[in-house]
């Protein structure tokens, strides 16, 4: 579904993927951890079709993303919602002036029915369980109601492929665990998710493979998850990130 062939991407000078690649099927559950700075969130912003690569390149579903294709409006706009992406700051995400509005605003945009709008805001409320702050300001929400509020709006969207960057960050274990049980709900209801996290506490319960970065912007090892687990040494660099 995601192939990522040769992808060197730099800011300026600085190297921030040096070259990756790397494959994920559909239905995958991949899990990137490493170092701070070893790319992971400029990979994200590759795949959701922010930034072009230096060099290599990126295909979704076997149709290239380059220049071409990031700018036609019509292609974006299809890249964007087949892959829904949760930034790690919700603050650059909600913009409306409530949850519903936030809620609501996505599936108009794609020019869904009114009924269809409702109900698709109503299933994300209740997954999520923020039924109680619909009528909420997103900007005066507590930070773990801010993640729920923007995993939510990314899924009235309904996008095959979720990537959250760094989903669990500076939130209470009551507010990591519920997260982890709604993306191993959205795992088993077919959807492809790929997370970045340094808590690996938490993707050891959720994640299928593991991609892990080291410092030079290369990927160290991708392996699936059980393998990890077999091994104390990879285990310990993992907690120890
Ligand atoms: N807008 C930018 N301008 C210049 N350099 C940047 C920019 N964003 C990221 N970088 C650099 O690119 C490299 C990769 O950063 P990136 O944010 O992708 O890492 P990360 O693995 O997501 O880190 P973290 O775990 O801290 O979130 C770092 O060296 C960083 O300083």
Request: with cysteine.
């Amino acid at each position: 579904m995601l192939k990522l062939n040769q992808i060197h991407y730099a800011y300026g000078q600085t190297a921030s993927l040096v070259d990756i690649n790397l494959t994920i099927d559909a239905g995958e559950f991949v899990a990137f951890m490493g170092p701070n700075g070893s790319g992971k969130s400029t990979l994200f912003k590759l795949i959701n079709g922010l930034i072009e690569p230096t060099s290599g390149y990126f295909e979704f579903k076997t149709q290239r993303v380059d220049h071409a294709f990031l700018k036609s409006a019509t292609l974006n706009t299809q890249l964007h919602q087949s892959i829904g992406f949760v930034f790690q700051n919700s603050d650059v995400q909600l913009f409306n002036e409530t949850v519903l509005a936030e809620l609501t605003f996505g599936p108009q945009q794609m020019g869904l029915s009114n009924t269809e709008v409702q109900q698709r805001v109503h299933d994300c409320l209740q997954l999520l369980h923020i039924e109680h702050l619909a009528d909420r300001v997103p900007y005066q929400l507590s930070g773990g109601e801010k993640k729920l509020v923007a995993i939510a709006c990314v899924l009235t969207m309904n996008p095959e492929v979720i990537v959250l960057d760094e989903p669990f960050n500076g939130l209470s274990t009551a507010y990591q665990t519920l997260i982890s049980q709604v993306l191993l709900a959205l795992h088993q209801a077919g959807k492809t998710i790929l997370i970045a996290s340094h808590q690996f506490e938490q993707v050891k319960q959720i994640a299928q493979r593991v991609v892990v970065f080291n410092e030079h912007h290369q990927i160290d090892f991708d392996l699936p998850l059980q393998t990890i687990l077999k091994s104390p040494a990879k285990v310990t660099q993992l907690q120890t990130l």
